[in-house]
């Protein structure tokens, strides 16, 4: 045996602490983060390969500090062996520039706060400095410049060539992981490759962590997240969940956590708990973004990379944080977002008297009578209901007529009045938002509720117009202003619907008198999860006990965690005895299975139940822990039963028997998919009963048994 020299020793650990070219740029942006900087900038050239350079606007390195810069063990962050249960920045072993000056070429430009001047230092290899260059100019900060990234070592080099595409990403993550959580800084990323200079992130300081992943991620984020926060211990923590009803798609990987600000893997115990959690609520992984903070009782020297934290208490944390998640999504359960769509719909055009018309309108509806047509106005502005205008509605010329006045050049102001607005639309105006016959249609979403004003257009353009563009001058003079575009559907408002009737004999017609909204609801998808949400609470498991035991085969450490949790396994139907005189790995016996009529559980089900069961066995709630490790076969065989229960698509339905389906779904827990996920109730529109009419009738008098 023989002692490593330093230098193989240095090299050694330097290799393990800068594996790639990433890790490189988180040593640099944690040295500008502990030097108390606003402003940090990151320059790749040639995806790193050509190069990286750290600005920022911190304090700067104090000439004392130059000669032990880059040596293994020189930090200014820990002085004592206590240091370590309370560190408050993001280095402290004093190896980042130590290990990349191993590895890379290093020269930092350098103002301490306390001079006039700045100044150049290149470093070798060993960690001193080969070159000072004093009167370097630049402002109060530092900027380290990295080149020959790997050179003297080929493999990574090699690596870092073939996959330089591929650190970039990682990069550009890494910075939005910072940018994310620094909100009192600005980070910028830009990538330099050849003459093209691209900024990748531009990050402003920000009011609020969600305000900040709404400027990096899109505004939608925003209205997807739910807030949480608590206390455990002396563990503070925060953080945003994305709502179990959440329309809105996100990377699978988006899930951030930090510790004292500082990047960490989400601590198992708690990523499960999450994990287990939206299997009842989402079929979607949640997104979320959680954050802890504390002063002593956690452990953060652990990896190389700093990115693993022990925390005391970790179950007890996990537990709350479980119960302050579960009661947000209990909450969002009890909505469902609506939104409203009108489509434009523009069928082929074909040439009329040497004009073009919609295919399929007849000669004889140029003469006809002008349609009733509402608009609603914008910008989208939240208002009360005393603000709201009444709708009225106007006569609009056919399409046919709008298109021979478009084409024939006949474009008249607009004139739009009410009782708070008195505007004219130039035609000038109009005949510039005039689009072509063949344009494409779009589909449009409107909001929930609309105010709406009055329109007096004597003769028009073809349809459709850019009604957008109008808005915009309309509401330039005018308070109005309409509600906000989302809308929830609450569980009791099914009790509020109004039964229609029934539509081909498989769908329940249903009106909402308050607003006129007009629902479609799946019979038997309503029926059938009634029915599955009844038949778990009210189905009893009976226990099929076995003339022979059977073994059960585990490692001996699963054999003796699986101990504790014998009661849980037994509230499931499963009774299992433990012999200490047999090997280990087949001490545990079965002596009895759940039954349930026909469907019987074997052991297959029980080895399914206890990898469940270590995802989950830190809750302390034990019929919690038995719901949720439950077998797969539990779910199908209640979803199947519910289905033949359920009535049928073709069954014909008696008011009295429609009205029953729709109000007990004000009663379960999740009343909006069936078992299999097919959803109970759609939104088919808004109907405005004073004008729309079917045969001369008003639309709630329809007889949809018809």
């Known amino acids: 045996m023989i002692k490593l020299t330093g230098e193989l020793s240095n090299r050694i650990c330097a290799e393990q602490a800068i594996p790639d070219m990433p890790a490189i740029v988180k040593e640099l942006i944690d040295n500008s983060i502990d030097a108390k900087c606003t402003i940090i900038r990151v320059t790749l050239t040639n995806c790193g390969i050509g190069g990286i350079e750290v600005y920022d606007d911190g304090v700067g390195i104090h000439p004392n500090d130059y000669q032990k810069l880059c040596l293994k063990g020189a930090t200014s962050k820990i002085a004592t062996i206590d240091d370590l249960k309370t560190i408050k920045t993001m280095g402290f072993r004093g190896e980042a520039l130590a290990s990349i000056s191993k590895l890379c070429k290093i020269e930092i430009i350098t103002r301490h706060k306390d001079l006039e001047i700045g100044h150049k230092l290149i470093y070798g290899d060993d960690g001193i400095i080969e070159k000072i260059t004093e009167d370097a100019s630049r402002a109060i900060g530092t900027t380290v410049k990295v080149t020959n990234i790997f050179n003297n070592v080929p493999v990574r080099l090699n690596d870092l060539s073939n996959k330089s595409k591929i650190y970039l990403k990682k990069i550009i993550e890494l910075v939005q992981a910072y940018a994310l959580i620094n909100i009192d800084k600005r980070i910028m990323l830009t990538h330099i490759e050849g003459s093209r200079r691209d900024e990748l992130i531009n990050s402003l300081p920000a009011q609020s962590v969600l305000e900040q992943a709404a400027n990096l991620f899109g505004r939608d984020i925003k209205k997807s997240m739910n807030e949480f926060y608590g206390e455990v211990d002396n563990v503070k923590y925060y953080g945003y969940i994305s709502k179990p009803n959440c329309a809105i798609k996100f990377k699978k990987d988006f899930q951030y956590c930090y510790f004292n600000k500082r990047i960490i893997g989400i601590p198992i115990k708690i990523k499960r708990a999450i994990a287990s959690l939206y299997k009842d609520f989402s079929m979607k992984a949640p997104i979320y973004i959680i954050c802890f903070e504390a002063e002593e009782g956690y452990d953060c020297n652990l990896t190389p990379d700093k990115t693993e934290v022990y925390i005391q208490n ?96 006949q474009v008249e102001p607009i004139k739009i009045h009410n009782e708070q607005i008195d505007h004219e639309i130039p035609k000038e105006k109009i005949q510039a938002i005039l689009k072509p016959i063949n344009s494409k249609p779009k589909a449009v979403t409107i909001d929930w509720n609309f105010s709406k004003i009055t329109w007096e257009i004597p003769k028009l353009k073809e349809a459709p117009m850019n009604i957008p563009d109008i808005f915009n001058e309309i509401s330039a003079k005018s308070d109005i202003s309409v509600p906000s575009l989302s809308s929830e559907f609450h569980k009791s408002t099914f009790t509020k619907l109004e039964i229609l009737g029934q539509f081909n004999k498989g769908f329940i017609m249903a009106q909402l008198p308050s607003t006129n909204d007009l629902f479609i609801i799946d019979q038997h998808a309503a029926d059938e999860k009634y029915q599955f949400e009844t038949l778990q609470l009210s189905t009893s498991i009976d226990i099929q006990p076995f003339v022979i035991p059977k073994p059960l085969k585990l490692s001996p450490s699963d054999e003796v965690w699986l101990l504790d949790y014998l009661q849980i396994l037994r509230i499931n139907g499963f009774s299992l005895q433990y012999n200490e005189n047999n090997e280990p790995g087949s001490r545990l016996t079965v002596c009895a299975v759940p039954i349930s009529k026909n469907i019987v559980f074997d052991t297959d089900d029980l080895y399914e139940m206890i990898e469940k069961l270590k995802k989950v066995c830190f809750i302390q709630d034990e019929d919690s822990i038995s719901r949720l490790i439950r077998p797969n076969k539990y779910r199908a065989m209640f979803a199947s039963r519910a289905c033949r229960k359920a009535v049928m698509i073709g069954d014909s339905l008696e008011m009295r028997h429609m009205k029953e389906i729709v109000a007990n779904l004000s009663k379960l827990e999740q009343p909006w998919n069936c078992p299999h996920g097919r959803p109970t109730l759609r939104l088919l529109k808004n109907l405005e009963n004073e004008n729309y009419r079917y045969n001369g009738k008003k639309f709630k008098n329809i007889n949809w048994m018809i």
Request: glycine residues 4%.
């Open 314 to 409: 970790e179950e007890v944390l996990a537990r709350e944080i479980r119960i302050k998640i579960l009661d947000l999504c209990k909450e969002n359960i009890q909505f469902l977002p609506i939104k409203k769509e009108i489509e434009s719909t523009q069928e082929e055009n074909v040439t009329f008297n040497g004009y073009k018309r919609f295919k399929g309108i007849n000669e004889d509806e140029v003469n006809k009578k002008p349609k009733l047509f509402e608009v609603p106005i914008g910008p989208l502005r939240p208002i009360s209901k005393s603000q709201a205008v009444p709708a009225k509605v106007i006569e609009m010329p056919n399409d046919i007529d709008m298109q021979l006045a478009a084409s024939r050049g």
